[in-house]
């Protein structure tokens, strides 16, 4: 049986680090949705994660799946992916090392549609994520091309992160559904190589 593309990232994020290197750096869950993201990085280890959403829902939701983990390790903001380095600065975490950084995008499961994750403010995410990603850290993006405004924010951050690539600074790979189409999601990743 074929892993679902989230598998696939918890799998690809669990591959590229060992447990020293999370015990000592930190992580971010730029979209919290249901938490599962989280509530993954938080057992993977990671010393401290900070989680984004822009919905109430979405935080309690992840705030009830992750429980059972210390609040000392976990720090919930109701913002934009896009206040992304403001955060890592106001939080004093500018001088610890940020490893991973996932993106689940799109719209809450179960949730209001019309509250989506929008191009303009992911691809400032992602810029902001890319800066202060250490040196051999990892960004997972799940695009969702298969909802209004999925189309342009997949094509958008293809594109961005093809020039990135380009760049000889990151290395990017693209994972497809099974049964591919021009719908259904793809998962981006982008490691950060040395300077």
């Known amino acids: 049986m074929a892993l679902t593309l989230t598998h696939q990232a918890h799998q690809i994020i669990r591959d590229h680090f060992d447990a020293e290197n999370v015990a000592h750096s930190f992580a971010i869950d730029a979209t919290c949705g249901n938490g599962h993201d989280t509530l993954f990085l938080l057992?993977?280890?990671?010393?401290?994660?900070v989680g984004f959403d822009i919905q109430d829902r979405a935080l309690l939701a992840t705030q009830e799946r992750c429980k059972n983990?210390?609040?000392d390790r976990l720090t919930l903001v109701n913002e934009s992916h896009s206040m992304l380095?403001?955060?890592?600065?106001?939080?004093?975490?500018?001088?610890?090392k940020l490893s991973c950084v996932v993106f689940n995008l799109g719209?809450?499961?179960?949730?209001?549609?019309?509250i989506a994750t929008q191009s303009r403010s992911t691809?400032?995410?992602l810029?902001?994520?890319?800066?202060a990603l250490a040196n051999g850290g990892l960004i997972s993006l799940l695009c969702y091309?298969?909802?209004?405004?999925g189309v342009e924010e997949t094509a958008d951050l293809i594109q961005a992160l093809t020039n990135l690539d380009i760049s000889g600074a990151f290395t990017l790979r693209r994972y497809d559904s099974e049964r591919a189409s021009a719908t259904t999601p793809v998962l981006l990743t982008l490691e950060k190589h040395a300077n």
């Open 107 to 114: 719209y809450l499961p179960s949730g209001d549609k019309a």
């Open 145 to 149: 091309p298969g909802h209004p405004h």
């Open 43 to 49: 057992e993977l280890g990671f010393a401290q994660l």
């Open 127 to 131: 810029d902001q994520a890319c800066s």
């Open 85 to 96: 380095a403001e955060t890592i600065h106001d939080l004093k975490l500018s001088s610890h």
């Open 69 to 71: 983990y210390s609040v």
């Open 123 to 125: 691809l400032e995410a």
